[in-house]
């Protein structure tokens, strides 16, 4: 599969790519994030055929140009069901965060789903369900690249402080599902550089080996530990009818005051405790 365009597009400089096959001239547009017409010109450009355009996930900077693309292009638009409701706040959020007035957000012909696959000439995009920065974040998985979006970035991770975000379930989405792919592989991510699944893996702070802190716990499959309580003298009380733990060295300075010899110990005088048997 070619790479035809990589542009940086829109207010938050998502990286928008066209992609497809070049022996037919067939491509799919992967976050449209801004400027329709200049992504319009290139593919016009080319002679480029747009057969389908998908975002990554529903925030308003990678589908801002998703609308006015399906209108031009005739072609169907992708997104995972669980961002819809994301979608349907782009133009809220936009206020919020940039005070931007945007137009209306798309409407979602196809629903992509784990283990779809894009047709695009003789090659294929396979959707991998990747919830973590967003409840409905997919990659794009082709032969010889990854399409992450904003689940992994070089050197870093996609934000989890936004509406629908989970720190572990995007630890795990990468972890689990992108990590396992073959480790040469490209990774295009929707913000910054191009990087490599096996540079993540040795080197990223918040998923790789270099994790640190409460990152590298987040999506293990194992069980914590539980922590090794302190070892405890036992003291049967029968007055109580109950065991009353004692560190040992509340238990040697209760020994060694008056009121506990003259009372009798940890009973509080009711009934001096029996010696312990054994250690």
């Not at 990747?130 to 979006?149: E, Q, R, W």
């Not at 300075?253 to 009973?267: F, I, K, T, V």
Request: charged letters at 25%; hydrophobic letters at 35%; aromatic letters at 6%.
């Amino acid at each position: 599969m070619k790479i035809f365009h990589h542009r940086e597009v829109g207010p938050l400089a998502c990286n928008c790519y066209i992609v497809g096959d070049p022996s037919t001239k067939q491509a799919i547009v992967i976050d449209p994030g801004g400027d329709p017409d200049d992504l319009m010109a290139l593919i016009s450009a080319d002679g480029l055929k747009v057969v389908a355009i998908i975002a990554t996930h529903a925030h308003f900077d990678h589908v801002v140009a998703a609308e006015a693309m399906r209108a031009r292009t005739g072609v169907p638009f992708y997104l995972h069901a669980l961002d819809k409701p994301l979608l349907a706040w782009m133009q809220e959020s936009a206020r919020m965060f940039l005070g931007l007035e945007l137009p209306p957000p798309p409407e979602v012909d196809v629903e992509a789903a784990e283990g779809n696959v894009l047709k695009v000439g003789e090659f294929g995009l396979q959707v991998v369900h990747t919830p973590g920065h967003s409840p409905g974040s997919i990659s794009l998985i082709a032969d010889d690249a990854i399409f992450s979006g904003d689940t992994l970035f070089a050197g870093s991770v996609g934000r989890t402080d936004l509406p629908g975000g989970d720190q572990r379930a995007l630890v795990a989405s990468v972890r689990e599902k992108l990590f396992v792919l073959g480790e040469q592989l490209p990774v295009y991510p929707g913000h910054g550089p191009a990087t490599s699944l096996v540079e993540e893996k040795e080197f990223n702070p918040f998923v790789g080996a270099a994790a640190r802190g409460p990152w590298k716990k987040l999506g293990s499959s194992s069980r914590r530990r539980s922590r090794p309580r302190p070892r405890r003298c036992l003291r049967w009380c029968r007055s109580t009818l109950r065991s009353y733990p004692l560190s040992r060295r509340l238990l040697r300075r209760r020994q060694r005051s008056r009121r506990s010899s003259a009372l009798g110990g940890c009973c509080n005088g009711i009934r001096r405790c029996p010696p312990r048997s054994g250690r």
